[in-house]
């Protein structure tokens, strides 16, 4: 289970993915191709066609939940094309991540699974309470809000030192930290776009290649 991504050399995937994509593990964290047993795949009953996008780690996640395994195989099974060359067909490629994860939680939350939890926090406390509480601590003229701004800047060296520990180029790891900060405020539009198309009870694809 493995795929590699063919860039544009002008494409800001590159800021976002790394040239092999995805980590397999037993716990489930997967995002990419795979090959399955076929027994496997009928006993989850394959995947959930709800999903506008996602589909991968839920079907995985599942997989693992009824007592099978999934393995990382170290060989290139396939190419992706993430050639993504505008900021806007990134931000709705983000919008989309985050609609897929929210989704994804809504759904094994109802099967008495939980799935996402974890990243929807986290999504939630970077790009919704803590703007708000540095608004709210400018308002009252507390000068600890700078807190903030330094709580941002370690989630960013955390960023960087994860993509250097893994091969990346000090400046393809310092891009890549800008970019994921950015997602956080993407994903939860995602996520909040998830909720109100839940409520009206139709859901839609969100494009995010420009053709």
Same mark, same amino acid.
């Given at each position: 289970?493995?795929?590699?991504?063919?860039?544009?050399?002008?494409?800001t995937?590159?800021?976002?993915?790394?040239?092999?994509?995805?980590?397999?593990?037993?716990? !489930? %964290?997967? @995002?990419?191709?795979?090959?399955?047993?076929?027994?496997a795949?009928?006993?989850? &009953? +394959?995947?959930? /066609?709800?999903?506008?996008?996602?589909?991968?780690?839920?079907?995985?996640?599942?997989l693992?939940?009824?007592?099978?395994?999934?393995?990382?195989?170290d060989?290139?099974?396939?190419?992706?094309?993430?050639?993504?060359l505008?900021?806007?067909?990134?931000?709705?490629?983000?919008?989309?991540? !985050? %609609?897929? @994860?929210?989704?994804?939680?809504?759904?094994?939350?109802?099967?008495?699974?939980? &799935? +996402?939890?974890? /990243?929807?926090?986290?999504?939630?406390?970077w790009?919704?309470?803590?703007?708000?509480?540095?608004?709210?601590?400018?308002?009252?003229?507390?000068?600890?809000?700078v807190?903030?701004?330094?709580?941002?800047?370690?989630?960013?060296?955390?960023?960087?030192?994860?993509?250097?520990?893994?091969?990346?180029?000090?400046g393809?790891?310092?891009?890549?930290?800008?970019?994921?900060?950015?997602?956080?405020?993407?994903?939860?539009?995602?996520v909040?776009?998830?909720?109100?198309?839940?409520?009206?009870?139709?859901?839609?694809?969100?494009?995010?290649?420009?053709?």
């Amino acid at each position: 289970m493995n795929r590699q991504h063919q860039f544009d050399s002008k494409s800001t995937s590159r800021c976002k993915y790394n040239p092999v994509y995805g980590t397999i593990t037993d716990e !489930g %964290h997967v @995002l990419g191709i795979m090959a399955v047993d076929f027994k496997a795949y009928q006993v989850v &009953s +394959g995947f959930d /066609e709800r999903l506008i996008a996602g589909e991968d780690p839920d079907f995985v996640l599942r997989l693992v939940g009824a007592g099978w395994r999934a393995i990382r195989v170290d060989v290139p099974m396939a190419t992706h094309d993430a050639g993504i060359l505008t900021f806007r067909e990134w931000w709705q490629r983000s919008v989309r991540a !985050g %609609h897929a @994860l929210a989704h994804r939680d809504y759904l094994a939350r109802a099967q008495g699974r939980l &799935s +996402g939890a974890r /990243e929807l926090i986290s999504t939630a406390f970077w790009s919704i309470a803590l703007p708000i509480t540095a608004i709210v601590l400018l308002l009252l003229g507390i000068k600890q809000v700078v807190m903030i701004a330094l709580l941002y800047l370690l989630l960013f060296a955390r960023i960087v030192s994860y993509h250097a520990r893994n091969g990346e180029t000090m400046g393809n790891s310092i891009l890549a930290a800008r970019y994921n900060v950015v997602a956080k405020f993407a994903n939860m539009a995602g996520v909040a776009r998830f909720y109100q198309q839940q409520k009206a009870g139709a859901f839609s694809v969100v494009d995010y290649k420009q053709n």
